[in-house]
Each structure stands twice: as structure tokens, then as C-alpha cells.
């Protein structure tokens, strides 16, 4: 594959990382929503399939994430709460869902950055296994609302966590745009 079609697929990632870490409310509506994060996502594993064939069973499921992230996000849009018993079921469902694509898209990523001979993925692995872990503890069926001080800090983790995910990738998107060879930036 490609350095720079690699480098644009993992900006791509980087983006889309920052657009479910960060959230920018206007009352209670979120507008940097998750939704877009995926979709930008999903573009990047389109992309990034030639580099690893397994990336692209990702992308149905990174579809089914967006559309779920969408319909709670009308959903709060419209002004429905999501405190009924089968949304919060159906929430637990996407954080399951979302913990196996996350880990699996990191774990593929950094199978195409081994083939293609880059760096950073040893600290890429090790995002990836704080961040499972931050998603699992925060998916169990704990009332987070009674445990403030421990909520607080395993959000502030994800978010940190989140950040550094970005900021490495961005780091191997521009490492990758720099070794492109002169022929190959004129492209």
C-alpha cells in the first residue's frame, strides 16, 4: 500500500478518534457528534483494507456503530430520554460492540504499520489495552452516578487516553506524509 494513501487513511482514524472523545454540548445536544467519527472511520478502513485484509470486516460493523450512535444522538435531538430499560440495553450492546471494534481496529492497525515498517506501535498496542480496559469497566452495570469521584477519574483516563491515541496517530500520519519520496508527493 502506499505511504500516502496510508497516511491519509490514518488521519482519518486520528479524526474520527477526536470526534468520540470529545464532546461539545449545546444544551444537551453534542455537537461534535460520535456518529461523524465513524463515518470518518469507516472511509479509513475502506482505504486501509489492501494493507490488512482484515480490516475490512470492520467496516459493516463500523456502520451498524454510526447508525446506533446517530439514533440516540436524534434521539437527544428530539428530546427522548434514554433512561427506558431497552435503550439502556441497547446502549450496553453498542458499548460491547464498540469495545471489540475499537480494539480490533487498533490491533489491524498496527498489523499494517508492522507490514509496511513504521513505528509507534508498540505505544499504539498499549493505548489500545488501556483503552479496552477503560471501556470494559466503564460498560459494567455499575450506577456510575453513585460513585462520582471514581466516574470522574476513569473519565478523565478515557479522555486522556483518547487524546494520546489521536496524538499518536497524527504523529505516524505525519511521520509517513515526511518519508514520502519526492515522486511520490507530487501525486
Given at each position: 500500500?502506499?505511504r500516502?494513501?496510508?497516511?491519509?487513511?490514518?488521519?482519518?482514524?486520528?479524526?474520527g478518534?477526536?470526534?468520540?472523545?470529545?464532546?461539545?454540548?449545546?444544551?444537551?445536544?453534542?455537537?461534535?457528534?460520535?456518529?461523524?467519527?465513524?463515518?470518518?472511520?469507516?472511509?479509513?478502513?475502506?482505504?486501509?483494507?489492501?494493507?490488512?485484509?482484515?480490516?475490512?470486516?470492520?467496516?459493516?460493523?463500523?456502520?451498524?456503530?454510526?447508525?446506533?450512535?446517530?439514533?440516540f444522538?436524534?434521539?437527544?435531538?428530539?428530546?427522548?430520554?434514554?433512561?427506558?430499560?431497552?435503550?439502556?440495553?441497547?446502549?450496553?450492546?453498542?458499548?460491547?460492540?464498540?469495545?471489540?471494534?475499537?480494539?480490533?481496529?487498533?490491533?489491524?492497525?498496527?498489523?499494517?504499520?508492522?507490514?509496511?515498517?513504521?513505528?509507534?506501535?508498540?505505544?499504539?498496542?498499549?493505548?489500545?489495552?488501556?483503552?479496552?480496559?477503560?471501556?470494559?469497566?466503564?460498560a459494567?452495570?455499575?450506577?456510575w452516578?453513585?460513585?462520582?469521584?471514581?466516574?470522574?477519574?476513569l473519565?478523565?483516563?478515557?479522555v486522556?487516553?483518547?487524546?494520546?491515541?489521536?496524538a499518536?496517530?497524527?504523529?505516524?500520519?505525519n511521520?509517513?506524509?515526511?518519508?514520502?519520496?519526492?515522486?511520490?508527493?507530487?501525486?
Amino acid at each position: 500500500m502506499e505511504r500516502k494513501k496510508m497516511a491519509h487513511a490514518i488521519g482519518l482514524i486520528a479524526w474520527g478518534y477526536l470526534f468520540l472523545y470529545f464532546n461539545l454540548n449545546l444544551g444537551s445536544l453534542n455537537i461534535i457528534p460520535s456518529w461523524v467519527g465513524y463515518l470518518l472511520m469507516g472511509k479509513a478502513i475502506k482505504e486501509l483494507k489492501e494493507a490488512s485484509p482484515a480490516m475490512g470486516l470492520l467496516g459493516p460493523l463500523c456502520i451498524l456503530l454510526a447508525a446506533l450512535e446517530l439514533w440516540f444522538w436524534t434521539l437527544t435531538l428530539i428530546g427522548i430520554n434514554s433512561q427506558h430499560y431497552l435503550l439502556q440495553l441497547l446502549s450496553l450492546l453498542l458499548a460491547v460492540a464498540a469495545l471489540y471494534f475499537h480494539f480490533q481496529l487498533l490491533t489491524n492497525l498496527v498489523e499494517a504499520l508492522g507490514r509496511a515498517g513504521e513505528t509507534w506501535r508498540k505505544e499504539l498496542l498499549n493505548l489500545r489495552t488501556v483503552r479496552t480496559v477503560l471501556a470494559a469497566v466503564m460498560a459494567l452495570p455499575v450506577l456510575w452516578k453513585e460513585h462520582f469521584a471514581v466516574t470522574v477519574i476513569l473519565a478523565i483516563a478515557g479522555v486522556l487516553v483518547g487524546i494520546s491515541i489521536s496524538a499518536v496517530l497524527f504523529w505516524i500520519r505525519n511521520a509517513l506524509f515526511k518519508s514520502l519520496c519526492p515522486a511520490e508527493e507530487k501525486e
